[in-house]
Structure formats: C-alpha cells, structure tokens
C-alpha cells in the first residue's frame, strides 16, 4: 500500500466537519447531486507525492445540511438553507439524516494510525414535488474531503493530480441497499452540479465493497444518468479533467422505494503513482 506524505500528514491532524448541498436534475431518478464543497473548515495537513501539494478538509454533508452548518444554532446542520427544507421545502424529518459526526464540528480519525473517517446516518426516500420525485432536493449524503481548499470558509479550490494513476482507499462499513453509493471527483469544468464519478460512464453506482479499493483517473467519468435521460437534458461532453480535481466525496444516493441506512469508514487513503 502507498505510504505517502498526503496519507500520514492526514492523519496526524484534527478536522473539522463541513457541509453544503448542490442540486441536481428533478427529473432523473439517477441523479443525486454533488454537496458538501463549502464550509468552515480546518486544514488536514499539506504534502503530496511526486512533488504535488494537497492541503485538505474532511467533512459530513447532506441534503439536510445548509451552508452556515457549524456557525448557527440549528443542532450544527443549518436545516433551514438546506436544498431540503428550503428548496424542497420539506420538513426536517424528510431529509437526510447525519448521526456523526455532526456537521459543522471538530471531529477526529477513528483511527489514526490508519486515518480512518467514519459517518452514520440515513438518506432520504425521495418524495414527489409538483407530482415529480425530487432528486434535486433529495440527494442523500456521506463523507469528503476537499481538495486544497481556498480562504478562510474552506471552499472547495481545485488541485493537479495528473501526477498519479489514481487514488486508494480501505473502505468499510454497511449500506442497505448495498449498490447505493458513487465515489463522486467534482472537478473544474464539469456539467454544473453533475459531478463524474468511478464507473459513471456505464452504471448508476460505483462498484464499492469492504475492502481496498482502487481507482484510477481512467475509470471516473460521466455520470451516467445523463447519458440515460430520455429526453437528454445535455448530450455535451464534459470528460474527467484530473489535473482540476476539487475533491473525493463517499456519497449514499437517495431513491422512490425506502430510505437508505449508512454506516462506514474510509482509511489509509492515499494517491497511486503514475
């Protein structure tokens, strides 16, 4: 397993918990949104490999989660700009629900001789808004980690990594429906809030089991939901641009059926070597 500067620096140094939502397309029941590249946050540490330098925030986001989490008094999430309640305009209760770590706050690897980051909570069932399942305001949530952030809010700066193959992690953890989650790379230049994703050119979900994933630039494309809506909503061509990459986001994607319980962790992760 690599052992870089990007991996121990990480895990070396306490985080602080972010979150905001972007939306997403209503009428596609594949498209979930991207979320979670704006905040308060506090820097994960600086290094790189091959010469690349990453500084880095790692966060909880939702659908439930606005973007003032951590600085008002709304239980840390900031429910009421949230694209749920005040897009949606659903009730608290409808959105995703964040059990930890709580957006907005400090919160520290599980482990940190691993860096191990873990979240809990469960996505929102996706409800009707003038009679069409609104995925743009029910996207779900999971856990990120922002790619050289810039200023004092953290937002999300972009970060070259065309120096490696890709990315690796340890991933563990529950998911009901088990194909529920994308492992999203928001980038510069992408199809507005459509963030590519690993295997999003062919399938609606990233191929994530307990294990050590691996993923390469090669693989992250997409999404493919925008290939599969009928009618198109852009048939234009926004491919994976590694050398703009934002950030990783672990996101638990929302659908019509039932609300979908997470649990899990990311450990160990570090950049691939070209």
């Known amino acids: 397993m690599t052992n870089n500067c990007f991996m121990t620096r990480l895990a070396l140094i306490l985080v602080v918990a972010l979150g905001a939502?972007?939306?997403?397309?209503?009428?596609?029941?594949?498209?979930?949104?991207?979320?979670?590249?704006?905040?308060?946050?506090?820097?994960?540490?600086?290094g790189g490999y091959n010469g690349v330098a990453v500084v880095g925030d790692w966060y909880a986001f939702g659908d439930g989660v606005g973007p003032n989490a951590g600085i008002i008094t709304d239980a840390g999430t900031d429910y009421a700009d949230s694209d749920c309640v005040k897009d949606g305009g659903f009730p608290t209760t409808a959105c995703t629900?964040?059990?930890?770590?709580?957006?907005?706050?400090?919160?520290?690897?599980?482990?940190?001789?691993?860096?191990q980051y873990c979240t809990s909570g469960t996505a929102a069932m996706v409800l009707p808004k003038d009679g069409v399942p609104d995925y743009a305001d029910l996207w779900g949530g999971g856990l990120g980690l922002n790619f050289n952030p810039v200023g004092d809010g953290g937002a999300a700066g972009y970060a070259d990594l065309s120096a490696y193959a890709g990315i690796e992690f340890d991933f563990s953890g529950d998911l009901i429906p088990p194909q529920s989650m994308r492992v999203d790379f928001p980038f510069m230049g992408q199809h507005g809030a459509d963030a590519p994703y690993w295997m999003g050119n062919v399938t609606a979900s990233?191929?994530?089991?307990p294990g050590h994933m691996v993923i390469r630039w090669a693989d992250v494309g997409g999404p493919y939901y925008l290939a599969v809506e009928v009618p198109p909503v852009d048939t234009t061509q926004y491919p994976f641009d590694p050398r703009a990459v934002q950030a990783i986001q672990f996101l638990v994607f929302t659908n019509t059926a039932a609300a979908t319980p997470y649990n899990f962790c990311v450990a160990n992760l570090a950049f691939v070597p070209n």
Request: glycine share 20%; hydrophobic share 20%.
């Open 21 to 46: 939502g972007c939306g997403a397309h209503p009428l596609d029941p594949y498209h979930t949104g991207t979320g979670g590249l704006t905040g308060t946050g506090g820097f994960t540490g600086t």
């Open 97 to 115: 629900q964040i059990t930890s770590p709580i957006p907005g706050q400090p919160f520290a690897p599980t482990d940190v001789a691993t860096n």
């Open 206 to 209: 990233s191929p994530l089991k």
